[in-house]
Every structure is written in structure tokens, then in C-alpha cells.
């Protein structure tokens, strides 16, 4: 199976739903822009998305496309976000969308699972730095771009973490594949 996307604004419960799809024994791959800002943020001179978002993109093109080619070698591989991420992001700051960036959105799973930020969940950090609203509309960015290169969109629905695995693996049919 191609890799599968878990995408959505900031403070949907992302990470959370990755980290229980790691727990059940998938393989998951993290949230690459969340570890490039910690990264980038501890460097005198660190390319931050708020600061130089064409060149943090540009950072988390390559890394995404290293964690989809190594995601390649297993059958059931979770992302928690993929290239098309970057899309959104860029879009929202009306900066163009390099072809090479649109030609690596081939090799994931044609449906991309979307969580929707929950407030009482969300965490305004050093991070996270926008607030609400602000999520809200990138999540928004973020279904129009997937949709734009092809995509299915899928809407996790809210609930607790057991209700959104089974949600997504029913989904995708993998309950019968773990048995």
C-alpha cells in the first residue's frame, strides 16, 4: 500500500493519531516541519516559516521526499503530513509552488485522511505561533491544495483516539490485515 497521509491544520490531533497507529504496530514517519522549526530555532541563523517560508519549504521538500521513498519499503506506512502540506503553506503567503514539488506528489495513497484543529485542544507555542482563526485557515489552504494535485479528501471525524484508528484503519479496510 502506498504511503498514507494524516494531514490538517495545526492542533487537530495529529501527532496524537500518529503516535497510536505507531502504538498498534504501524510504521509511522513524524510531522518533518515540526522537528525543522525546533531545529532551525536553536541555529544563529536558522530558516524559520515565519521568517523565509520559500526556503523552509524548501527544507521540508527534501526531507518529505526522503521519509515518502523510505516509507516505499514497508506495506503499511502513516505520515503525519507529505509533500502537499508544503502547498498550502506557500499558497497562503502567494509564493509560487516549484514543478518539482507537484511531480513528487505521486506515490502516496490516493485518500488523505484530514483533522480539523479542535479548540479545546489547541496550543498556541513558539511552534505554533498563530492563533485559532489562524489554524482554521490553514487547514482550509491545506484541503485545497491536496484536492488541487488530486487527491481524496477524507475527514477524520472527532472523537477520542481508539474512534479515530478504527475510523481510519475501517476505512482503509486494515482491521482484517492486522489480524
Not at 93 to 98: A, D, K, S, V, W
Not at 143 to 171: H, K, L, T
Request: hydrophobic residues 40%; proline residues 6%.
Amino acid at each position: 500500500m502506498l504511503p498514507i497521509i494524516i494531514t490538517g491544520g495545526p492542533g487537530a490531533g495529529k501527532t496524537t493519531l500518529i503516535n497510536a497507529f505507531s502504538s498498534a504496530g504501524y510504521t509511522t514517519y513524524p510531522e518533518v516541519s515540526r522537528i525543522l522549526i525546533e531545529e532551525q530555532s536553536q541555529l544563529d541563523n536558522g530558516i524559520l516559516p515565519w521568517a523565509n517560508m520559500k526556503a523552509f519549504a524548501e527544507l521540508c521538500f527534501i526531507s518529505m521526499r526522503q521519509q515518502k521513498r523510505q516509507s516505499g519499503r514497508v506495506d503499511t506506512v502513516f505520515l503525519d503530513r507529505a509533500i502537499p502540506d508544503i502547498f498550502g503553506y506557500l499558497k497562503q503567503q502567494n509564493l509560487t509552488i516549484p514543478a518539482s514539488y507537484i511531480e513528487e506528489c505521486q506515490g502516496y495513497h490516493s485518500q488523505v485522511f484530514f483533522c480539523r484543529p479542535e479548540v479545546s485542544v489547541y496550543v498556541q507555542d513558539d511552534v505554533r505561533p498563530y492563533p485559532f482563526d489562524g489554524a482554521l485557515e490553514i487547514h482550509q489552504a491545506l484541503i485545497e491544495a491536496y484536492q488541487e494535485v488530486g487527491f481524496e479528501v477524507v475527514d477524520v471525524p472527532w472523537g477520542n483516539v481508539a474512534e479515530r484508528v478504527s475510523f481510519v484503519e475501517q476505512y482503509l479496510n486494515l482491521q482484517t490485515e492486522k489480524v
